[in-house]
C-alpha cells in the first residue's frame, strides 16, 4: 500500500523532495570543502613554523659566538652563558611554546621527531641550564611536554 502511494506523494512534492536533496548534498560538499581547507591550513601553519624554526637556527650558522649553545662539552664554570647564547635559547623555547599551543589547538600536527629533537637540544649544558632558569615561567603544559621527553626519551 505505501509503495502505491509513492508515485502520488511525489508527483505532489516533487519541488520539496528536490529542495530537500539539494539541501543534504549541500551540506555534504560543505562538509568535504571544510575538511579539505582544514588540511590546507594545517600545511601552511606548518610551513610557518618551519620558516621561523629555519630563520632562528641560522642565527646559529650566522653568528659564531652562539656556537656553544650546540657544544655538549662546554664548561659554564669557566666561561658562564653569555647574554646572546641566553636570548637565542629563549627564542628557541618561545618558538617551541608557539609551535605546542598551536599543535594543541589543532592547527598543525605535532611531528614525532620533535620529542627526539627537544631531548637532544635540553640535554646540552647551556640550554638545560637556561630551561631550568626559564621554565617556571612558561605554560604548564608545555613544561609537563618537555619534561615527559626528557624523562622519557624513547
Not at 621527553?149 to 624513547?154: E, F, K, M
Amino acid at each position: 500500500m505505501l509503495c502505491m502511494d509513492f508515485p502520488n506523494w511525489f508527483q505532489e512534492n516533487w519541488f520539496i523532495f528536490l529542495q530537500s536533496l539539494g539541501i543534504v548534498g549541500g551540506l555534504f560538499f560543505t562538509g568535504i570543502s571544510l575538511r579539505l581547507d582544514a588540511k590546507v591550513r594545517r600545511v601552511g601553519n606548518l610551513f610557518t613554523v618551519t620558516k621561523h624554526h629555519r630563520e632562528i637556527w641560522t642565527a646559529l650558522y650566522n653568528r659564531p659566538e652562539l656556537k656553544r649553545v650546540v657544544n655538549a662539552s662546554v664548561n659554564l664554570k669557566a666561561k658562564p652563558i653569555s647574554d646572546e647564547e641566553e636570548l637565542f635559547v629563549n627564542f628557541l623555547i618561545l618558538h617551541l611554546a608557539s609551535s605546542y599551543r598551536a599543535a594543541k589547538a589543532g592547527m598543525y600536527l605535532l611531528r614525532g621527531e620533535v620529542r627526539a629533537d627537544i631531548v637532544t637540544f635540553f640535554s646540552l649544558p647551556i640550554p638545560r641550564t637556561i630551561w631550568e632558569r626559564t621554565k617556571s615561567f612558561q605554560d604548564p603544559d608545555l613544561v609537563r611536554f618537555v619534561e615527559e621527553c626528557l624523562s622519557n626519551p624513547r
